[in-house]
């Protein structure tokens, strides 16, 4: 089955990879250790990766470098979140100096943070890609660094990190959290996210993952199917920001269907919605 993705003005994705190309220039002016550098930069570079996919006819070496400068950025982020982790104290960064033992800065403070949504991204890209160190990288990270000040997330997509890092460290405990995952998206114990949110776009992932590791090539790409489908209508009707770039392409589908492709499984659907061909290997 082929699930159409709404067309995208292409010469309006081409001006706007030209304006984030200048944004991203503007910001990495200060280097990868500034804190604030450090916190923006992973978004811009997502929103460029989403762009060039949203092509027509994407560029798939530059669409793969671009993937990888967004895990790139990424891990810059770990490290310094890490860092400040360790001291116990505010990012040591441009931005920050040090008087009478404390942190401060002249003019603007900016501490950098994780959040579940960079979890995410940055694990699916790998997935996509293939990088089993940067898989390593995120695995080893504790799920206390995804819990940022002022930034609210479901318990179940805590518990959907923690599986995700269990299986990527062969830890048994993966089942238990994957379990716990399903069990709190009821929408009966979400609490943050919206019910569109969940049924459409939350969910699928979990459920498909549950098919790819429990059932069989048929039901999986019955599955995937599914959530291709919800994730349209979300980003056609149930959307307040229908023309956002992340409703472009669905990483975590992509990357549980690279996941199946990797299990040998055929993966039946067809969608602008899933470049798969961002996982090929090219010479």
Not at 48 to 68: G, N, V
Not at 218 to 224: G, P, S
Not at 231 to 241: D, F, I, K, L, M
Request: charged share 20%.
């Amino acid at each position: 089955m082929f699930i159409e993705r709404l067309y995208i003005d292409q010469t309006y994705l081409k001006d706007r990879i030209v304006a984030i190309d200048a944004q991203i220039s503007t910001f990495t002016q200060d280097g990868a250790d500034d804190a604030r550098t450090a916190s923006l930069l992973p978004d811009l570079l997502l929103n460029r990766l989403l762009h060039l996919l949203a092509l027509e006819e994407p560029d798939w070496f530059a669409a793969k470098s671009a993937a990888a400068a967004v895990l790139d950025s990424y891990e810059a982020l770990v490290d310094l979140v890490g860092a400040t982790r360790r001291d116990d104290s505010l990012a040591s960064s441009s931005l920050f100096r040090v008087y009478d033992g404390e942190w401060s800065s002249g003019s603007s403070t900016f501490q950098a943070s994780l959040t579940p949504v960079d979890f995410f991204n940055a694990f699916w890209i790998a997935v996509i890609l293939g990088d089993a160190r940067r898989l390593d990288l995120l695995a080893a990270v504790p799920i206390a660094d995804f819990t940022s000040p002022g930034v609210q997330a479901d318990r179940f997509q805590y518990c959907w990190i923690e599986a995700l890092q269990c299986l990527q460290r062969q830890d048994e405990k993966w089942v238990r959290k994957f379990g716990d995952a399903i069990y709190f998206s009821d929408p009966a114990r979400v609490e943050v996210a919206s019910a569109d949110s969940v049924h459409y776009l939350l969910y699928p992932p979990i459920k498909l993952f549950h098919a790819l590791m429990t059932g069989t090539e048929t039901t999986f790409n019955a599955e995937l199917e599914d959530a291709l489908v919800r994730h349209q209508y979300y980003w056609v009707h149930a959307s307040e920001r229908p023309w956002a770039s992340e409703g472009w392409v669905s990483l975590p589908l992509t990357a549980i269907a690279c996941m199946a492709l990797s299990k040998g499984y055929r993966v039946e659907a067809k969608s602008a919605y899933l470049p798969l061909a961002l996982g090929l290997r090219m010479g």
